[in-house]
Nanobody, 126 residues
Framework: QVQLVESGGGLVQPGGSLRLSCVAS????????IGWFRQAPGKDREGVSC????????YYAGSAKGRFTISKDNAKNTVYLQMNSLKPEDTAVYSC???????????????????WGNGTLVTVSS
């Protein structure tokens, strides 16, 4: 069983930045790809970014490219999502998940996740 705990959400003004953290239990980062997902009220869940277990493959949704950066520190069992130039439409609950992700060959990614965190709320508003 993998446990994931997110932190770092909050209220930020448009154009601002936040860094989200996802701490995974055990050695989950050695055996799973980790993705960040978001869900805004009344909308479907959206895959934001994913990093493979070997660091070699990184994927972003079109809405995240150029603004968000995913990274991980295996020694700290932590995956980060640095979010810059935030927009009101980025407002959502952001969750991390462990499993697999792979290219959809159209600039985005498919995913199949087995474990999910509870999420952290990001609100972008003036």
């Amino acid at each position: 069983q993998v446990q994931l705990v997110e932190s770092g959400g909050g209220l930020v003004q448009p154009g601002g930045s936040l860094r989200l953290s996802c701490v995974a239990s055990g050695r989950a980062l050695d055996s799973h790809s980790i993705g960040w997902f978001r869900q805004a009220p009344g909308k479907d869940r959206e895959g934001v970014s994913c990093i493979s277990l070997n660091h070699e493959d990184i994927y972003y949704a079109g809405s995240a490219k150029g603004r968000f950066t995913i990274s991980k520190d295996n020694a700290k069992n932590t995956v980060y999502l640095q979010m810059n130039s935030l927009k009101p439409e980025d407002t959502a609950v952001y969750s991390c998940a462990a499993g697999g992700c792979w290219s959809d060959r159209r600039g985005g990614f498919y995913y199949g996740m087995h474990y999910w965190g509870n999420g952290t709320l990001v609100t972008v508003s003036s």
